[in-house]
Structure formats: structure tokens, C-alpha cells
Nanobody, 123 residues
């Protein structure tokens, strides 16, 4: 059974921090690359950050670089997204995704998806 489960979303104020978690199980846990995407109201889904399970190489969207940090715990099959200095433009549903080696910032490259967790940042 393939499963990605996100947690950690919530309502915060501008300037606050949140840490999202994504627990992978089943075949999703065997993917090489994990990514975080988000979809804000009325907007397209966009890439946020990605990391390789094996190499720990990370990459970020320019809009979050320097504020967000993606990391992974291989023993727990869990990926994290530490979000600092949040602003209202970060309000969105955040999705965790798993893909094969070489997956980058395009959602079509990812095979497995979680159900999403809502992040709301008030001004």
C-alpha cells in the first residue's frame, strides 16, 4: 500500500514558524526523491522544495529559499519542511510527493501524493 501522510499544518501569524512532516510507507517509501508542493486559493500548484532520500541533495523554489528547509529522516521514512518567517503569501494547502530518481520541480514527475495539509498565515 502506497501512502504519504502530511501533518503539522495550522493557523499562524506572519513571522511565525511551522514544521510540516510527511510520513512515507509502502512503495512510497522506496522512491528516491521527495518533494513539497503547495496550492494557494485560485492558483496553480507550485513546487516548494525537494530532497533525495539517498544523497540528501536539496533544492528550493526562489520564493522560499532562505526561509524554508527540507530535510529527511531515513530511519523514520519521514520528510520535513521547516518553514520560518512565514508570510500571508505562504498560505496554501501543502502536499508531499514521492518520485523516482531525477524528479525535480515539476509535479508531473512525481508518482505518489499525500492528501495535503492546510497552512494559513494571518497578517
Amino acid at each position: 500500500q502506497v501512502k504519504l501522510v502530511e501533518s503539522g499544518g495550522g493557523l499562524v501569524q506572519a513571522g511565525d514558524s511551522l514544521r510540516l512532516s510527511c510520513a512515507a510507507s509502502g512503495r512510497a517509501a522506496s522512491t528516491d526523491t521527495m518533494g513539497w508542493f503547495r496550492r494557494a486559493p485560485g492558483k496553480e500548484r507550485e513546487f516548494v522544495a525537494g530532497i533525495s532520500w539517498n544523497t540528501a541533495i536539496t533544492y528550493y523554489a526562489d520564493s522560499v529559499k532562505g526561509r524554508f528547509t527540507i530535510s529527511r529522516d531515513n530511519a523514520k521514512n519521514t520528510v520535513y519542511l521547516q518553514m520560518n518567517s512565514l508570510n500571508p503569501e505562504d498560505t496554501a494547502v501543502y502536499y508531499c510527493a514521492g518520485g523516482p530518481y531525477g524528479s525535480t520541480r515539476y509535479s508531473r514527475e512525481y508518482t505518489y501524493w499525500g492528501q495535503g495539509t492546510q497552512v494559513t498565515v494571518s497578517s
